[in-house]
């Protein structure tokens, strides 16, 4: 889903919108923390391998590309949102808009940085910390709080379905949390 979600993009200087974000939010909503972090680091292996999955591409030198960090921030994106879903009982609506916003937080926290180290460091590049707060966070965070939102009414639909057909996920998570307390 995350490589779909990189060719359904609106070109933007620098980073440009896509709907792989989306696909995080649910590969941590219903796949949990571990699954839904091994989903993204199957995506991010399956394109350094050279399959063109990335929204220019694909290869090793990817890790050379502006926008890697976000791809990396995905994998701490699913991961933190399956966490916070995990240690709920009855996650409501704003349990999955809050996860999925603090997973949004970290998708940017390793995604900018690493756009101003790309740009900077090894794409000689000079640019301004205010530049790349510009392209990287400010021109498409708006877009991804709402998408944000959107997934967590989606997953509260979806959520019970899931956990209705792979029920022997959430037996683990209850037997875990009785010898934890035991």
Excluded: C
Excluded at 17 to 22: C, K, M, P, S, W
Excluded at 87 to 104: D, M, S, V, Y
Excluded at 112 to 122: E, F, K, Q, T
């Amino acid at each position: 889903m995350t490589a779909i979600g990189a060719f359904i993009k609106v070109p933007l200087p620098v980073v440009p919108f896509t709907l792989q974000i989306v696909a995080v939010f649910l590969a941590g909503t219903l796949l949990g923390s571990k699954r839904g972090l091994q989903s993204q680091l199957v995506y991010l292996f399956v394109g350094l391998a050279g399959l063109p999955v990335f929204t220019q591409g694909g290869g090793l030198t990817y890790i050379l590309q502006p926008t890697f960090g976000y791809l990396i921030g995905f994998g701490m994106g699913a991961y933190a949102i399956g966490f916070i879903i995990e240690r709920i009982q009855q996650p409501t609506l704003k349990h999955f808009i809050a996860a999925n916003l603090i997973g949004t937080v970290l998708i940017y926290a390793i995604g900018v940085p690493y756009l101003y180290l790309a740009l900077n460091l090894w794409l000689n590049i000079p640019t301004s910390l205010s530049h790349v707060l510009a392209a990287g966070l400010f021109s498409t965070v708006g877009i991804d709080i709402v998408l944000a939102v959107f997934t967590s009414l989606l997953a509260v639909r979806v959520y019970p379905v899931f956990k209705k057909i792979h029920p022997k996920k959430r037996n683990l998570q209850n037997k875990s949390k009785r010898h934890l307390t035991a």
